[in-house]
Structure formats: structure tokens, C-alpha cells
């Protein structure tokens, strides 16, 4: 395992990577796609501005500190953490604010550009401007619409398939929030069925 004790390693592994270095792809590049296996993000970013590393880095120059989402990495780096201890550590938060957080908006499925899962987290608005700086764009919404309840495959929708997932699920203890759980309670029953029922056809 690859570990830092600062930004200053981030941004060699980075930069190399942006620079095609094989190794520096394993070091970094590769511990997020690994993290992160269903997430198109990175080659959406390798389309949009030629690199896999601008998930962190800004198009406008490697050397520049990078979006909130670096930011907050950094600041696990600096704490001690390895690359693979600060993803995670970030997964939870929001970094760029916009209400969701990191791992959601890096595994959302896009309705708006199919076949394409992920938003970036470190860019926000309907033109994925970098957050904290303002400069550079994705050219596309870079935050995710507003969650619909009763989504318990996360898809972007409540429909059947959600409807499937809570009837396997109904009657059953489940950590709280999770699955088909919309009532957070731990149990998914009939209320959370009423949920569901309720916003069917969101999302469509």
C-alpha cells in the first residue's frame, strides 16, 4: 500500500499520472478506479479534458491546488492517512456542497447521459463549474437532482425494480436507511411501502 504524509506526494502521483507514468497510475488513479469500480467519472474526465486525473486535478494546470474534492483529500494526507485511508475517509463527506455526498455523487447514475455513471464531487451547477475556484467547466450538471424516495436501487427513479427490491426485503431487520428502509427504522414494512407507493414514478 502506497502511503503519504502529504500533499506534496498527491500531486507527484498525480502529476505523473497525468503524464502517463504507469507506476503513478497503480499509486493513485487506480485505488480510486478500484474504490469506485462502477463509476464512469474517470473516463468521462479522460474524454472531456484528456486525463484521468482530473477527477481531483483541474484541466487548467496540475499544479494548482484542484478542486474542494483534492482539498479535502489533502487534508487526510496531511493528517497521516494513506491515498486508500483519505478515499475513504472522503467518501462520506460532501466536498463540493451541493447536498450529496461524495460516494453518492460519484456512483449516481445519470439520467441525463446514459450510460454514464457518476457526478463529478469536486464541481458543481449545471455547467460543472470547480468549486472554491470557479474557473473550468465540465460543460455539463455537475450536481444530481434531488434524490426520489422510494429509490431503494438507487437508479435515479421509484418504479418496479424498487418495488422488487422492497417485497424481497419486506418483513425484514436491515440496518437503518438502507435498502428498502425509507423510514429509517430498521425494519421494512408497510410504511415504507406507503413510501414507495407514494412517489412512484418519480424520476420519469
Known amino acids: 500500500m502506497v502511503r503519504s504524509t502529504g500533499f506534496g506526494i498527491l500531486a ?30 474517470d473516463e468521462r474526465m479522460t474524454a472531456t ?57 460519484i456512483l449516481a447514475v445519470r439520467t441525463d447521459l446514459p450510460g454514464v455513471i457518476g457526478y463529478h464531487p469536486g464541481r458543481t451547477g449545471p455547467l460543472g463549474v470547480t468549486c472554491g475556484i470557479g474557473v473550468g467547466t465540465t460543460g ?20 418496479g425494480a424498487d418495488l422488487s427490491v422492497l417485497l424481497g426485503q419486506f418483513g425484514a431487520s436491515v440496518a437503518a436507511g438502507s435498502g428498502a428502509d425509507f423510514n429509517e427504522n430498521g425494519v421494512v414494512n408497510g410504511a415504507d411501502l406507503s413510501v414507495l407507493l407514494g412517489n412512484f414514478g418519480c424520476g420519469n
Open 49 to 105: 479534458f484528456g486525463q484521468s486525473c482530473y477527477v481531483c486535478h483541474q484541466p487548467e494546470g496540475i499544479s494548482v491546488l484542484g478542486t474542494c474534492y483534492l482539498t479535502d483529500i489533502k487534508a487526510r494526507l496531511d493528517a497521516g492517512r494513506s491515498i486508500s485511508q483519505a478515499l475513504g475517509d472522503v467518501d462520506v463527506m460532501d466536498s463540493d456542497g451541493d447536498g450529496a455526498s461524495n460516494h453518492d455523487e
Open 140 to 159: 455539463v450538471s455537475e450536481t444530481p437532482p434531488a434524490p426520489c424516495p422510494g429509490d431503494a436501487n438507487h437508479d435515479g427513479f421509484t418504479n
Open 12 to 41: 507527484l502521483v498525480a502529476g505523473l499520472a497525468c503524464g502517463a507514468t504507469a507506476f503513478a497510475h497503480s499509486s493513485y488513479v487506480s485505488l480510486w478506479t478500484t474504490r469506485y469500480p462502477s463509476s464512469t467519472l
